[in-house]
C-alpha cells in the first residue's frame, strides 16, 4: 500500500505544533515533506529586538529542516509558487519541480508589497518581512553609521514602524554611532487603528529620542536615495524600511484558488479550504470567511491545535474540530531601549514593566519550540 503523503507549506507560527508531531504521522506510515524557502523560520515578535541587538539571530529561529529531519521527515528547501488542487500537487520555483500531496497545510505567511518601490533598484530598501532581512539591515547600520552620518527612514505608521525607529535606535545608542537620523513617514497618522493612550505614549516616546515623525505625509514614490511625498516634499535617506503592512503570500491567487478579498486563503471553521477537503491552513496567509483576523501571530499560534487535529484527522477521515478565535490578544509594543507599551482591554501601560513581559513571553515560546531541536 503506497504511503499517505503530508505536505507543508512554510514552517511559519501556525505549523509549530504539527512540526513537533511528524513523528507521530511518520510512525502512523504517513511521509511527511515540509518545504520552505530558508532552512530556518525567524520569530517576527523578536525581529525587531533582534535589530536593536537585544537578541542574537539565534535566539529568534527555529531550526525548521533539522527538526523536520530528525523527525524523519523530508524538508525541501525552496519556494512554492502555485498549488494545482486537482491533481494534488505542488509546484516550487525551483526547475517547476512537483511534489504530490494526499492533505496539505499551508502557512507561507505574508509580505510587504513592493508597489512603493517596484521602480526603484536600490539595495537600501528593506522590508519589514522576512524577518531575517532585517539581520541584513543590522550589519548595514553598523557598517555604514560607524564611518558616516546616517539617513534612516522608515515608511508606515503601524506598529512594526515603530518598534523598527525605536530599536535602530538602541542599536546606534548602544553601538555609539555617531549621527543617526530616524524619521517615520507615518502617512494619515501613527498607529491610526491603537487607542489614543497607547498612540501618545508611543509617539512620546520615541519623539524624546529624537525620532522624527512626520504625520499627514504618505509617499508617493521612491527613486535612488529619495522619497517623495504626496505633500510635494522630498526626504533624503541613505537607508529605507518598508513597514506599510503586509498581503497573504500570492500562492492562492497564482493557483486561482477561492480567496478573501486580501488574497489570502478562504478556510471555514474548520481552517479549510472551502473548495478542497484537503487543502487547509493558518496564519497571516489565511482569510477566516467566519470573522475575518488582524495578521497578527497570537491568532497563528492559537491555531496551532486544530490545524494539528484535523491535519491528522483529515488523513484518517475523522470528524474535524472548529477554530475559535476566541476574544481580544495582549498586544505589547517593544519600542527598544527597554521600553514597552502594553494594551489589554482598556488598560494601557507604558514603560520597563511591559517591555520585560514581552522579552519573558518570547524567550519562553522560542525556548519551548527550540527544544525539538536538541
Ligand atoms: C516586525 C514585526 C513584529 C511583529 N510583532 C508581532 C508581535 O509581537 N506579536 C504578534 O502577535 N504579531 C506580531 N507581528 C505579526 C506577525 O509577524 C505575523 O502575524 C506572523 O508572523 C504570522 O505568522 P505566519 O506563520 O503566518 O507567517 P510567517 O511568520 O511569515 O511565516 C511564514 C513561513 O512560511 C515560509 N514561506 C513564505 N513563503 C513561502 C513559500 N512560497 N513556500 C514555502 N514557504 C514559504 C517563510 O519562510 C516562513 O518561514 C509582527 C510582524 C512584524 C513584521
Not at 221 to 230: F, H, M, N, S, V
Not at 355 to 364: S, V
Request: aromatic share 8%; hydrophobic share 40%.
Amino acid at each position: 500500500m503506497t504511503k499517505k503523503q503530508l505536505v507543508l507549506i512554510g514552517g511559519g507560527h501556525a505549523h509549530m505544533m504539527l512540526l513537533a508531531h511528524i513523528e507521530n504521522f511518520v510512525a502512523r506510515g504517513t511521509e511527511v515533506t515540509v518545504i520552505q524557502p530558508s532552512p530556518c523560520h525567524y520569530y517576527s515578535g523578536m525581529g525587531a529586538g533582534m535589530l536593536g541587538n537585544t537578541y542574537g539571530i539565534d535566539d529568534i529561529r527555529f531550526q525548521t529542516q533539522k527538526v523536520v529531519e530528525k523527525q524523519g521527515g523530508s524538508f525541501v528547501l525552496d519556494r512554492v509558487i502555485r498549488i494545482d488542487p486537482h491533481n494534488k500537487e505542488v509546484i516550487c520555483r525551483q526547475n517547476n519541480r512537483k511534489i504530490n500531496y494526499d492533505v496539505l497545510s499551508c502557512n507561507a505567511g505574508s509580505y510587504v508589497p513592493d508597489n512603493l518601490f517596484s521602480d526603484c533598484r536600490s539595495n537600501d530598501i528593506y522590508p519589514v518581512k522576512p524577518i531575517e532581512g532585517l539581520a541584513r539591515a543590522r550589519e548595514q547600520i553598523l557598517c555604514r553609521g560607524k564611518a558616516h552620518p546616517l539617513r534612516v527612514v522608515i515608511v508606515g505608521g503601524g506598529p512594526s514602524a515603530m518598534e523598527l525607529a525605536g530599536n535602530i535606535h538602541q542599536l546606534a545608542n548602544s553601538e555609539q554611532l555617531a549621527e543617526v537620523a530616524i524619521t517615520i513617514i507615518a502617512g494619515h497618522a501613527v498607529l491610526p487603528h491603537a487607542p489614543r493612550r497607547v498612540r501618545l505614549l508611543v509617539e512620546r516616546s520615541l519623539r524624546r529620542r529624537g525620532v522624527n515623525i512626520l504625520t499627514s505625509s504618505r509617499v508617493k514614490k521612491i527613486e535612488e536615495g529619495l522619497l517623495k511625498l504626496t505633500s510635494g516634499k522630498t526626504i533624503p535617506a541613505d537607508m529605507i524600511f518598508a513597514a506599510i503592512g503586509v498581503r497573504p503570500s500570492n500562492i492562492f491567487i497564482e493557483s486561482g484558488l477561492p480567496i478573501g478579498p486580501d488574497g489570502g486563503l478562504r478556510v471555514n471553521k474548520y481552517l479549510q479550504s472551502i473548495a478542497h477537503k484537503s487543502i487547509f491552513g493558518g496564519g497571516d496567509c489565511i482569510y477566516f470567511a467566519a470573522c475575518p483576523l488582524d495578521k497578527v501571530g497570537v491568532y497563528a499560534v492559537r491555531q496551532n491545535p486544530v490545524l494539528l487535529h484535523n491535519v491528522m484527522a483529515a488523513l484518517v477521515e475523522k470528524p474535524l474540530k472548529e477554530f475559535y478565535p476566541r476574544g481580544t490578544y495582549l498586544l505589547i509594543y517593544n519600542l527598544g531601549d527597554g521600553y514597552g507599551v502594553l494594551q489589554k482591554w482598556s488598560l494601557t501601560l507604558g514603560g520597563r514593566l511591559p517591555f520585560l513581559l514581552k522579552d519573558y513571553i518570547d524567550r519562553k515560546f522560542m525556548r519551548t519550540y527550540q527544544a525539538l531541536e536538541q
